[in-house]
């Protein structure tokens, strides 16, 4: 059983960076990829990211790109999203999850099976 665990979350101000971590335990980590989804007050949640845990191939949705840059650590199981100095907005508030799925770079929310708890990011103005 894969059990995803996020950090680094919290309150920001517009134009500053985050960096959200993702420690991920159980399972075989090489069949899956990570994504990070987001979801704001009232919305779906959405795709932002993900990461093929066995060779680092990433995809963005076209909010993020530029933007945020999804990594992962092998050693340390961890996956990071970085939000990049300079990049972060007001309507970037969102709690935002990591997730887990044993498709190749899924980017859509039903082909992932695991979830984490989430992390609150508040940007403000």
């Known amino acids: 059983q894969v059990q995803l665990v996020e950090s680094g979350g919290g309150l920001v101000q517009a134009g500053g960076s985050l960096r959200l971590s993702c420690a991920v335990s159980g399972g075989t980590l090489r069949m899956y990829t990570m994504g990070w989804f987001r979801q704001a007050p009232g919305k779906e949640r959405s795709f932002v990211a993900a990461v093929t845990w066995s060779n680092g191939v990433t995809a963005y949705a076209d909010s993020a790109k530029g933007r945020y840059t999804i990594s992962r650590d092998n050693a340390k199981n961890t996956v990071y999203l970085q939000m990049n100095s300079g990049s972060l907005k007001p309507e970037d508030t969102a709690v935002y999850y990591c997730?887990?799925?044993?498709?190749?770079?899924?980017?859509?929310?039903?082909?992932?099976?695991?979830w984490g708890q989430g992390t609150q990011v508040t940007v403000s103005s």
């Open positions: 997730a887990a799925s044993t498709r190749w770079l899924a980017m859509q929310r039903d082909h992932y099976a695991y």
